[in-house]
């Protein structure tokens, strides 16, 4: 038991020790990683407005802050999984050098997006609150606090499932900028596809992208009309399935990983 309670204060120490160290890597210059965090999802959140406003946007009356809600969280999604799915290959050394659960390595490129997240939430919070909109505290907070955990659970089975396949066949890294901007426009991170998509099977498909689950979610505490409450316990199995087949699949492939870095 004390042994088992010593190798879980290790690799706990280990997660916090790489989680910092890309923290430190984002931020090693701090005023232009903090002015970086802040401006990026509100420079694209703009260009999509101005873009866009005339269109989907007429259906919503807050537009800019739909888009913003979106982009907080796709930014700790894809930009997460962006630097986690070529984590093994970036520390091949480490890994075959040194012993940890591996499986923590990808999970410490999400867990340090989640200080961008942090940034930019509470300027969401700030807009909210600026643009006149009526902000239900518990609501609010409750549907925050499922719609990040659901995002934890999709950006961790994701960074896991990419990792191993890009481990398997380096060309990987050849698509995966195209399955990128795939999960992006079929996603509702500027558009709800349940009222701009007209073709039934398409928007039963779209609606099946894991951020759009999570952005349902998180937007029920904020635009309650956009989506059905009764959707939210389905999002969480949903989301929670792909954490765990994404954990499943690397501990399958785990024991050729260091055979094929």
């Known amino acids: ?31 232009l990683g903090l002015f970086w965090g802040v401006a990026q999802p509100l420079l694209m959140s703009a260009i999509f407005y101005v873009a866009l406003n005339k269109g989907v946007g007429q259906d919503f009356s807050h ?26 290959l970036n520390n091949d050394l480490l890994v075959k050098n040194i012993y940890f659960p591996r499986f923590l390595l990808p999970l410490t490129f999400i867990a340090a997006k ?24 518990v609501q609010f907070s409750l549907y925050s606090l499922l719609g990040l955990i659901q995002l ?10 990419f990792s191993v396949v890009c481990v398997r066949y380096r060309g990987f890294q ?3 900028p195209f399955i990128g901007q795939a999960i992006f426009f079929t996603s509702s991170v500027i558009y709800d596809a349940s009222i701009a998509i007209e073709i039934e099977w398409l ?31 389905f999002n969480t199995l949903y989301a929670m399935g792909i954490g765990i087949l994404g954990y499943l699949w690397f501990e399958s492939e785990d024991k050729h990983l260091i055979d094929r870095l």
């Not at 537009?63 to 093994?88: D, E, M, P």
């Not at 300027?123 to 600026?130: K, T």
């Not at 779209?206 to 635009?223: A, E, M, Q």
Request: charged share 10%.
């Open 114 to 137: 989640l200080v961008d997240f942090c940034i930019a939430y509470l300027i969401l919070i700030s807009l909210i609150l600026w643009s006149g909109m009526t902000l239900p505290v």
């Open 63 to 88: 537009y800019f802050l739909y888009i913003y809600s979106g982009f907080i969280f796709w930014n700790v999604f894809f930009g997460g999984i962006s630097q986690a799915y070529t984590g093994f």
């Open 174 to 176: 050849v698509i995966f």
């Open 152 to 161: 934890l659970f999709i950006s961790v089975g994701c960074s896991l499932l």
């Open 203 to 233: 928007r039963v498909l779209f609606s099946f992208n894991p951020i759009s689950t999570v952005l349902d979610t998180f937007r029920l505490g904020i635009f309650p009309e956009t989506v059905h409450s009764a959707s939210i316990f």
């Open 1 to 31: 038991m004390q042994r088992k309670s010593k190798s879980i204060g290790t690799y706990s120490e280990f997660f916090w020790t790489f989680t910092w160290r890309n923290i430190r890597l984002q931020y090693s210059n701090f005023w």
